[in-house]
């Protein structure tokens, strides 16, 4: 099993920072899990165009040899690219896709009079859909971290390497300076669920 970075993500704006220039788009790190006959791509949160040639750029891989996506949350940030995947399994922790799933459809049942929001939230319901409930154990050595606390369900992913091991965390651990300080991100759904994650 190895994992490599696809894309470094950024926030649109760290508050932790002296310095501010002006509000970015956000996007999540989109990394890459290689486990025997496994392709796992976790955050695909560049849009298709930018992520499918990065993916070949950093790995020699294309859509086609990814066989599952895994997202530690539904925030479109972390997924403006899963549509090139299409053929790929999509999971999520079952705790996102249960609560993300249920303020959908609450959402679209309110939106009675607008059917421009309730085509967008269609949409987004479709693509909750399609999201499997992820196994505790994704492929050999890779195991889900439930990090609940910025979302509902927030999940990322522990690898166990031979002498160590590595969390792909998400949202639960933003930047370095957040681990630095023991602080989450604003807008957290739980902010003492989210802290016990950090």
């Known amino acids: 099993m190895d994992y490599r ?48 040639p990065r993916l070949a750029e950093r790995s020699g891989l294309s859509p086609n040899d990814i066989t599952d996506v895994f997202l530690t949350n539904f925030r479109p940030s972390h997924r403006y690219g899963l549509a090139a995947f299409p053929d790929a399994n999509w999971y999520i922790s079952e705790t996102e896709r249960e609560v993300v799933g249920r303020e959908l459809l609450a959402r679209y049942e309110q939106e009675e009079g607008d059917e421009e929001v309730r085509a967008l939230l269609k949409a987004e319901i479709a693509i909750l859909q399609k999201c499997k409930a992820a196994p505790d154990t994704l492929a050999d050595h890779v195991d889900l971290f439930p990090s609940y606390g910025f979302t509902p369900g927030t999940c990322g992913l522990l690898l166990s390497h031979n002498r160590s091991t590595t969390v792909i965390a998400g949202d639960a651990a933003p930047t370095i300076e957040h681990i630095e300080h023991g602080r989450v991100l604003k807008g957290c759904f739980d902010i003492e669920q989210a802290q016990a994650s950090l």
Not at 15 to 37: E, Y
């Open 5 to 52: 970075i696809i894309s470094i993500g950024a926030l649109s704006i760290n508050d932790l920072w002296d310095k501010q220039g002006p509000a970015r788009t956000a996007h999540a790190t989109t990394t890459l899990i290689r486990s025997g006959k496994q392709n796992i791509l976790v955050d695909p949160a560049l849009p298709g165009q930018v992520i499918v």
